[in-house]
């Protein structure tokens, strides 16, 4: 698995952002939902109204799912477009699992922590 992370600044100008908000709903996230070897793409707004103000995290089931997505023309492309409509700050981040915890730990997995006598 796969963790990528990308998050920005929204456009303040309302045109831009009405544009972003349909690309966004009707492009971006259909095509890249869709990408071989995607398993989840999950979008996130700051509710602190802080920098940055938008995330977007995508799960990749594997490294070259991920490096195949991001060299593609689709990637290439959508990130010039949340440029062109004045989306700043923005950063990407990937993620593999930590040999700590290889998969998902719930809660009830596993053995309970010892509690203070």
């Given at each position: 698995m796969?963790?990528?992370?990308?998050?920005?600044?929204?456009p303040t100008e309302h045109e831009k952002l009405r544009v972003y908000a349909n690309k966004a709903r009707a492009?971006?996230?259909?095509?890249?939902?869709?990408?071989?070897?995607?398993t989840e793409v999950s979008t996130f707004r700051n509710?602190?109204?802080?920098?940055?103000?938008?995330?977007?995290?995508?799960?990749?089931?594997d490294l070259t799912d991920w490096q195949n997505f991001i060299a593609s023309r689709d990637y290439q492309r959508m990130m010039q477009e949340v440029r062109t409509?004045?989306?700043?700050?923005v950063t990407t981040r990937v993620w593999l699992p930590s040999s700590l915890t290889p998969e998902p730990v719930h809660p009830g997995d596993g053995p309970s922590p010892a509690k203070d006598a």
């Open positions: 796969v963790i990528f992370t990308m998050s920005w600044d929204l492009d971006w996230i259909p095509v890249t939902a869709n990408w071989p070897g995607v509710p602190m109204q802080q920098t940055p103000q938008a995330l977007t995290v995508i799960r990749f089931s409509l004045g989306c700043t700050a």
